[in-house]
């Protein structure tokens, strides 16, 4: 009974996050770009409802694989036009991103810790999240792949704010070098990887890296 409730939350979750950022795109309080990040952002939260309702790998990774059938789905009949960025092999980041939710959940329920893959998936969402928003709005310094010198120092600013908080929480007992190294290394896998596919090698990564330490 817990596995239904917890698919129906989430699937509520999800769907008033792509409604928000529906309307905020029809209202044009934000632009196209900016809808994508919200949703981005607010749809990592959903590992906190995969934590309090699912206690198996597989319940957890039930959700995550209706959201790759969904966001394909989205990516070829622009369905959710407030996540897509319409047309290109860029536009398969938002399925990438489910395929990482499927990987960690599998991986980190299996063993007993999920904590070390909400690492990975808060980092994507939020370290990644900001720090496009900041480099859309405020990068003025040219760095690399189209990236800026602000919005990869957000990216790390946020990376290390989600390593800390969930050292802080859990009790990993993660030092302060440890958290620093993931996530610098996460901004770097944001910075070099291409075609959307940093939305696997960031949360992946920044996890192994979290696990390899602990």
Not at 16 to 41: A, N, P, Q, Y
Not at 50 to 70: C, G, L, N, S, W
Request: proline letters at 2%; aromatic letters at 14%; charged letters at 10%.
């Amino acid at each position: 009974m817990q596995t239904l409730i917890g698919i129906i939350v989430s699937n509520v979750f999800v769907l008033v996050c792509i409604g928000i950022s529906t309307l905020f795109e029809k209202k044009k309080w934000m632009s196209g770009e900016g809808t994508r990040k919200f949703v981005h952002i607010a749809v990592s939260n959903w590992w906190f409802i995969a934590m309090y309702y699912f206690d198996t790998a597989i319940t957890a990774a039930i959700v995550p694989v209706m959201f790759v059938i969904v966001n394909y789905y989205s990516y070829k009949k622009q369905l959710f036009t407030s996540i897509e960025r319409g047309g290109g092999v860029k536009d398969l980041g938002t399925v990438y991103y489910a395929i990482a939710l499927v990987v960690l959940s599998l991986w980190s329920f299996d063993m007993g810790r999920p904590e070390i893959g909400g690492i990975g998936i808060l980092i994507m969402g939020y370290a990644d999240g900001f720090a496009a928003v900041v480099g859309t709005k405020f990068g003025k310094t040219p760095l690399i792949h189209g990236k800026s010198v602000e919005g990869t120092l957000t990216a790390v600013i946020m990376a290390t704010v989600v390593v800390m908080g969930f050292n802080a929480v859990y009790g990993l007992g993660l030092s302060g070098a440890q958290m620093i190294i993931i996530a610098i290394s996460a901004t770097l896998f944001e910075l070099f990887t291409p075609l959307g596919l940093d939305n696997l090698t960031v949360p992946i990564g920044s996890s192994l890296i979290a696990y390899a330490f602990l």
